[in-house]
């Protein structure tokens, strides 16, 4: 099988936007052995996109399109999609009642051209959408596979994850599995970690190995073709082990996780509490904590020290240690995590202060960080970076490596 | 002028990286008056590229290439054109030479594919590379224009400013000014904003008029075409005080802006100070505000009181308030906006607290959520708010909202 992916929007031709759902869904495809060989972008016009249409259909068995499922009147993607296939609009009932549901919930004023979200074409299967209104279509006529998705990104992904995905695998014929597996590393480059397996990657063929780096951390790849999904696992299982013989050290989870979620899960299961005083992270670590549900019995809450003077204030750091040491030092790192931990009585307590940048601060260049972990009954340890990114993105690496060493604290 | 935008790289067709160079080309031409109609991915495959010079050439009156212009054996795309348009491709003497300088500079050993990169197709004008090796081209035949430009971004860029649009702007016959200005609106949906200045949006030809929704936002970009520069910029002002007539309750800035930025140049203008008390949002209001440089000014600190136990004891919320009232209550929000400006001794307090979601709390739903705001001198306020999104939309609406709010106590 092979598609094309035809977003539909003015705004991408104005490069008001980059079409990144081309990029998602080209992803979500490769993973499940679709061949894309186009993508197109054509503007919210009826004529140029039947003429999209055509052409796609002349070399794709499957085109998912994106966007200009809305209210307004420039969204007519499957207006146009319904008049050029020959089949009528349906309103859809389960669609109408989620539109109306949420307006009822939020209080706000519905008003007519909503309702055009709820019509589909008629014959197509719905997809619903969780987070948003208009809900997608999946149809088959003759050969050719069509499926509408919505454009906004939050709205796409998950619907083409949990329902566009497998409407996908139904139709493909291959009797081969294809497993994947992605493990994730934190704490080593790209480079350094293809160097280290490189003749794992000279030789693969079945599994193939395929190393990407991601934000601030390197992910790798394993996917065999086999007959048997449980061949398939076996395959994934023995070059996952030959792979860690040689970079297992920054190996920290597999799949859709992070060093947050890692971390959460561990605090979870020895039933830990923690607290955290951040300076330069100014709250990042917790809300990043916070944006997983069920954190409430492990963070008991913390301190955003940004001044001097709530670091005085709220932390209670020692003047002191202000005057001699400055705020970017291991004294005051230690400091920050111990008194966190003790006025919120946790488990755990941990701190971030230093210099996110771009200027420097106390004669210290940004990225020059230091991280504070408090363990009950443990000696308080405090760990250097050297960062040289970004204001911004030195402050989410702090909180990875602020997760990383925790984590390694714990595991020990 | 309308003009195709035509990427090569299977990386793109796999989902590896986005077509952010369509983006930026995009935006660029917009600016000088071309429209661009379509935007084409096709892999680094001669065959299925030639289609795609055959399909641009019929629509489109400028095709610009990008990638597949590099020393590796899959980087076809000027050989595939020149083969298609009948030309050779000869060897240009200065590229060559910035080539071999190049790597007698780095010390690198050059091969001999590292040459390939200095053919060009004959009888075009050569766009010189100053971040690269690769150099682009333009070529005229007939009434069709070509631009060659290389993939990576921090090459095709500088190579687009400094070559590429002069040369596109030298084939122009018009000699008319665009000019855009983006309006962004909180607090109203797309719909309605579009339902409320609907006449406009029907009868609009110059200046153009186009709503799109954006991160709960709403942008309007309003565009204009005269000969004079002067009069562009009448005709916008003029349409923007027409739209703002209907909608301009909920504008709030110009351009390139976030709620949060706008938020900070009044802090930043009335010379006030703000402390937080964050208890659903888990400190993503005060990250929001240090991801920006140079507010240690404005922001103090605050407190992250994700517990019942954090808010009695960092925040001093009464015990009395929360048996009687609950987390979930306007006693609650506001007592925690006056206790941490009074905690911090600053102009502002402002406090979140309520349901995330997904599950509800003390008998509330997901999405109730109250904002307090408490400033010097002022009876505390607070604000519902009734949210439907999943959890950490409504985290990030909820900060969005508090920006809202706080910018309009601070304008009256």
Redesign the interface.
């Known amino acids: 099988m092979n598609a094309e992916i035809v ?1 539909v929007g ?11 759902n ?9 993973e499940i052995g679709v061949n ?8 919210d ?1 009826p004529k ?1 996109l039947e ?2 249409i055509v ?1 796609a259909q002349e ?1 794709a068995d499957l085109i998912i399109f994106t966007g200009g499922l ?4 420039d969204d007519l993607t499957k207006e146009t999609i319904a008049k050029h296939l020959g089949r009528k609009l349906i309103s859809d009932e389960a669609a109408l009642q989620t539109i109306i549901s ?1 307006f009822q ?5 519905m ?1 007519e ?2 309702k055009k979200q709820a019509l589909v074409v008629e014959g197509a299967k719905v997809l619903p959408n969780e ?1 948003g209104m208009a809900p997608g279509m999946f149809l088959k006529i003759d050969t050719s596979h069509y499926m509408l998705l919505p454009g ?1 990104p ?1 709205e796409m992904q998950p619907m083409f994850r949990k329902y566009g995905r497998s409407a996908v695998l139904d139709q493909l014929e291959a009797k081969e599995r294809i497993e994947s597996r992605v493990l994730r590393y934190f704490g080593i480059g790209e480079a350094q970690l293809a160097e280290e397996i490189d003749d794992i990657l000279e030789t693969q063929s079945n599994p193939t190995v395929a190393p ?1 780096a991601g934000d601030n951390e390197v992910t790798v790849r394993i996917t065999a073709r086999h007959q048997s999904e449980d061949e398939a696992v076996l395959m994934i299982d023995e070059m996952e082990k030959r792979v860690n013989e040689r970079v297992g050290e920054h190996f920290y989870g597999y799949g859709d996780t992070s060093l947050m979620r890692e971390l959460l899960k561990v605090l979870e299961g020895k039933n830990l509490t923690i ?2 005083a ?1 300076s ?8 990043e ?3 997983v ?1 069920g ?2 019995t492990m ?9 001097n ?2 670091k005085l ?2 932390c209670n750091v020692k003047e002191d240690t202000i005057n001699n040491h400055g705020v970017v030092s291991e004294q005051c790192a230690v400091e920050l995590a111990e008194n966190v931990r003790e ?3 946790t488990d755990i307590g941990i701190s971030f202060t230093g210099v ?1 940048g ?2 420097s601060l106390e004669g210290h260049p940004a990225g020059t960080i230091w991280i504070g972990i408090s363990l009950k009954d443990k000696p308080t340890k405090a760990f250097l970076l050297n960062l040289a990114g970004s ?2 993105g030195n ?1 989410k690496r702090t909180v990875q490596y602020g997760c990383y060493y925790l984590l390694r604290e714990l595991k020990n």
Chains 1, 2 share one sequence.
């Open positions: 977003a003015t705004e991408l031709l104005l490069g008001q936007i980059a079409n990144t081309a990029q998602f869904l080209s992803e979500q495809l490769a894309v060989y186009y993508h197109t972008v054509v503007g016009n140029r003429r999209a052409q070399r809305g209210p307004t009147k949420y919930k939020t209080g706000r004023v008003t051209n909503n987070h906004p939050h990407l607290a955290a951040e330069l992270t100014g709250g990042l670590f917790q809300s904590m916070t944006a549900t954190v409430s963070l008991i809450g913390g301190i955003v020290c940004y001044s003077q709530s204030k709220l006025l919120l009585g996110a771009p200027d204001r911004n402050r």
